[in-house]
């Protein structure tokens, strides 16, 4: 699995640098794709739930699951890169948030506060910890930070499969729910709001989006659970 996530993290290196105004959606995608085949790894999405595509694309007011398409990227956009990889049957999930060209101060700082949120989930990710103590202190956090949190979606197990127990929320209470034990691996996955944190489906037909129209962001790292503490696995 640490080899499936460097492939999956310098894809994604790769990926952010190629970020800016005028790059389509699925000039991303195809770079994504033929990344990951080059390093001998397989893309973890596609197909999965009759997704086509390589690589989650979201923009702007569209939280997770974006399509690639022919949109070009405007200066000021923000978008979300979530990317999945197989390798020799072991999965990876990552994302990041990115910003196009100059964008806005309350951009950048949604940007800021959930790359954090996230840093700050993964300090809990502990032998003894609960699920409820990392989505606590996201929750803490991002509240903190008079931000809006997205409790339908979450984060999750990873192994032999994409999606595993247990579902590791963004929110909770201290102590409650499953304990974390030596060898587990998770996702641990905020999505942020600047304002209206509930969704709808997006204009794409697939993906999810804020209800109001507001800006979110999403930041996502898998983590081992080690006797010397959270391994991330998709980081270089």
Do not use: W
């Not at 309350?106 to 990392?134: F, P, W």
């Not at 963004?170 to 996955?189: D, Q, S, Y």
């Not at 600047?194 to 697939?206: F, H, M, P, S, V």
């Amino acid at each position: 699995m640490a080899e499936s996530g460097k492939i999956l993290a310098t894809v994604l290196k790769e990926l952010e640098k190629m970020v800016k105004p005028g790059v389509t959606t699925l000039e991303l995608d195809r770079a994504a794709e033929a990344l990951i085949l080059s390093m001998g790894g397989k893309p973890a999405f596609k197909n999965y739930n009759d997704f086509p595509y390589t690589l989650c694309a979201s923009i702007n007011e569209v939280v997770v699951h974006g399509y690639p398409s022919n949109y070009a990227l405007r200066e000021g956009d923000i978008i979300g890169l979530d990317l999945g990889v197989v390798y020799k049957d072991y999965y990876s999930d990552s994302a990041i948030t990115v910003a196009v060209g100059a964008v806005s101060f309350e951009a950048q700082r949604l940007i800021k506060a959930t790359k954090t949120a996230l840093r700050y989930g993964i300090k809990k990710a502990k032998i003894g910890n609960t699920v409820g103590d990392i989505g606590n202190t996201i929750q803490r956090y991002i509240e903190g930070q008079s931000y809006g949190i997205v409790e339908e979606l979450c984060g999750h197990g990873i192994g032999k499969h994409l999606h595993e127990d247990p579902q590791i929320l963004n929110f909770g209470k201290r102590g409650r729910g499953p304990k974390l034990v030596e060898g587990m691996v998770i996702c641990i996955e905020p999505m942020i709001t600047i304002g209206d944190a509930r969704l709808k489906q997006a204009k794409d037909g697939y993906g999810y989006a804020t209800r109001d129209g507001s800006l979110s962001a999403h930041f996502e790292h898998t983590i081992a659970i080690t006797k010397d503490g959270p391994k991330v696995l998709t980081e270089l």
